[in-house]
């Protein structure tokens, strides 16, 4: 069972600890392993760009918020904006970088993650850290290294900086997620910390709404 994982392990696991039989005979799959990090405080963005990097130093990480900080894109790590994303990442990826903008369940974006290419995206982070739906309030950033499609379905594999675990989701679910990124939440309104929102917001034309960053 699952024989396209042999040799990720990773994949493996998740696939057969979750039973995820829709995925036994999948008709095209395409996987890059990448390192894995965990996030210390709201750098979630930046961990998921130092995973698309061929650095497996985790002091990567804090050169990249130097920059960003020095650039006023962030005060403690956070990237609420496409934009500046899109700037970090033509810095330290080596790679074409494209912002692409609309509703990820497409065929290019399957087209471009079935063709060895990756995929930097924002979306609300549920509590077992698969896309959810809180309008923003738990926006989260993942890197899809990878993709799965089977005869009924279209599913993305990714890294993130909560979990060493990769997760499997479909692109359905995530679109929907990317796609309702409207606010700040008004929780973290209320943190001693004070994060850098672009102007319009998280869903204006500068923000993460609809928006992800196409790497390859």
């Known amino acids: 069972m699952f024989e396209w ?25 395409c996987y890059k ?17 130092a995973m698309a990097s061929d650095c497996s130093d985790e002091k990567f990480i ?14 403690n790590g956070e990237i609420f904006s496409i934009f500046y994303m899109e700037s970090l990442a033509k810095t330290y990826l080596n790679c074409n970088v494209e912002v692409f903008s609309g509703q990820l369940n497409c065929e290019e974006i399957m087209n471009h993650l079935l063709d060895n290419g990756q995929m930097l995206v924002p979306y609300d982070t549920d509590k077992n850290n698969a896309p959810g739906l809180y309008n923003g309030h738990k926006a989260h950033w993942a890197l899809v290294c990878g993709a799965v499609q089977t005869e009924n379905d279209f599913y993305v594999i990714a890294r993130h900086g909560k979990s060493k675990n990769i997760g499997i989701w479909t692109l359905r ?18 943190d001693k910390l004070e994060y850098k929102i672009p102007k319009g917001g998280l869903n204006g034309t500068t ?8 790497l390859k």
């Not at 994949?11 to 995820?20: G, S, V």
């Not at 804090?62 to 005060?75: G, L, R």
């Open 33 to 49: 392993s990448t390192k894995s990090f965990i996030q210390q405080g709201p750098q979630c963005g930046l961990v998921a760009l």
């Open 173 to 190: 679910d995530l679109s929907l997620s990317n796609s309702q990124l409207n606010e700040f939440s008004p929780d973290r309104k209320l």
């Open 207 to 214: 923000g993460l709404k609809r928006y992800a960053l196409l």
């Open 5 to 29: 994982t042999e040799g990720y392990d990773e994949l493996r696991k998740i696939c057969t600890l979750f039973n995820l039989y829709e995925l036994n005979n999948p008709i095209k799959v």
């Open 62 to 75: 804090e050169t990249i918020f130097c920059t960003a900080k020095c650039q006023d894109y962030t005060f």
